[in-house]
Nanobody, 122 residues
Framework: QLVESGGGSVQAGKSLTLSCKAS????????MGWFRQYVGKEREFVAT????????EYSEAVKGRFTISRDNNKNTVTLQMNDLKPEDTAVYYC?????????????????WGQGTQVTVSS
């Protein structure tokens, strides 16, 4: 089970931190990812992290502004979002794979959270 928190409404240029709490069997052995979905659009990749936390990948749209990290002691994955822009407005989803290797592909993720809304105003 994945439960996201931390969404909200902010002005452009501000920061938000999203958290994803994982529970169930061996959550720390799973690669994790964040995706976002605009209204009427397909869910798109944002960031991913290996089970060990040693390797991360980002979409070009967020690289340099967002940071994904994980605390395996707390079974938590965090997405730190800085310098937010109106085009970052979307529902953000946490996702988990059954393997330790990260992926940018939505279909590679077997488990999903319920999503949390992020709204950035100009």
């Amino acid at each position: 089970q994945l439960v996201e928190s931390g969404g909200g409404s902010v002005q452009a240029g501000k920061s938000l931190t999203l958290s994803c709490k994982a529970s169930g069997r061996a959550p720390n052995n799973r690669a994790m990812g964040w995706f976002r979905q605009y209204v009427g659009k397909e869910r798109e990749f944002v960031a991913t992290i290996m089970s060990t936390g040693s390797v991360t990948e980002y979409s070009e749209a967020v690289k340099g502004r967002f940071t994904i990290s994980r605390d395996n002691n707390k079974n938590t994955v965090t997405l730190q979002m800085n310098d937010l822009k109106p085009e970052d407005t979307a529902v953000y989803y946490c996702a988990a794979r059954v393997t330790s290797v990260f992926s940018k592909v939505k279909a590679d993720y077997e488990y999903w959270g319920q999503g949390t809304q992020v709204t950035v105003s100009s």
